[in-house]
C-alpha cells in the first residue's frame, strides 16, 4: 500500500507539471515549476538541469506516512538560476469564484487555494 501511495504521489506531480505545460503551450524542454504563494510544489526535468529542487522525504511511523518538505530553492533563486524559467502559480479562489482560475496576480490576501475534485 504505502508503495502505491508513493506512486500515486509522483504521478499526480508529473501530472502537475504536465497539464501546467500543456494549458501554457510550452514546448517539453521548456524549464518550469509549480509554486503555491513562494514555495516550490513541482520541478520538470529541464528546470532541474539549472539546480532547481524541490525536496520532500517520505517517513513511515506506526503504520501511517508522512510527508516532511525540506528545504527546496526559493522562487527567486530560481529565476536567478534560470532566467528563461516558466512559474506557474497553481489556481485560486477569490470571493464569489465558484471554481478556481489562474491568475496573473494571485494574493495571499485575497485568494486562496483549493483542491480541484475531478
Request: hydrophobic share 45%; with cysteine; proline share 6%.
Amino acid at each position: 500500500m504505502l508503495t502505491l501511495v508513493s506512486f500515486l504521489l509522483t504521478e499526480t506531480i508529473k501530472a502537475q507539471l504536465e497539464f501546467e505545460r500543456v494549458r501554457r503551450g510550452l514546448p517539453a524542454d521548456t524549464p518550469l515549476i509549480t509554486i503555491q504563494w513562494d514555495t516550490v510544489l513541482a520541478v520538470n526535468y529541464p528546470a532541474r538541469a539549472f539546480g532547481i529542487t524541490r525536496y520532500v522525504h517520505v517517513i513511515t511511523s506506526g503504520g501511517w506516512q508522512y510527508c516532511l518538505t525540506g528545504r527546496s530553492t526559493p522562487v527567486a533563486d530560481a529565476k536567478k538560476l534560470c532566467p528563461d524559467l516558466v512559474v506557474a502559480h497553481v489556481a485560486t479562489f477569490r470571493e464569489g469564484d465558484l471554481a478556481p482560475h489562474y491568475r496573473d496576480d494571485p494574493s495571499v490576501l485575497t485568494d486562496k487555494v483549493g483542491i480541484a475534485m475531478l
